[in-house]
């Protein structure tokens, strides 16, 4: 069956970097649209940034612009988040999310999410 197993949140400090990464299973990986969205206490989940099975890169929150990158490695089945310059904004359980087209509303498949926390 289809997972997505999301590892790499944790506590961290502002201004720190963190590497969320995703195994993905039970589908043709480099056929989706790989996505991050995230949900933090008290707002509705948003989406972060995407990235096709081609490797095009969309970026859709400006709040992270310049400091998260999203990748994928499709001999892996993998696609990771790595965050710099964290801020205790960015506070929120983060899910890896499938989408056979990039454009559609809502994501096939979703990752049970992890939690990262940044806080002094």
């Known amino acids: 069956q289809v997972q997505l197993v999301e590892s790499g949140g944790g506590l961290v400090q502002p201004g720190g970097s963190l590497r969320l990464s995703c195994a993905a299973s039970g589908f043709t990986f480099s056929s989706y649209t790989m996505s991050w969205y995230r949900q933090a206490p008290g707002k509705e989940r948003e989406l972060v940034a995407a990235?096709?099975?081609?490797?095009?890169?969309?970026n859709l929150v400006d709040s992270v612009k310049g400091r998260f990158s999203i990748d994928r490695d499709n001999a892996e089945n993998t696609v990771s988040l790595q965050m710099n310059s964290l801020k205790p904004e960015d506070t929120a359980v983060y899910y890896c999310t499938a989408k056979i087209r990039w454009s559609q509303k809502s994501p096939d498949s979703w990752g049970q999410g992890t939690q990262v926390t940044v806080s002094s």
């Open positions: 990235i096709t099975g081609t490797g095009t890169r969309i």
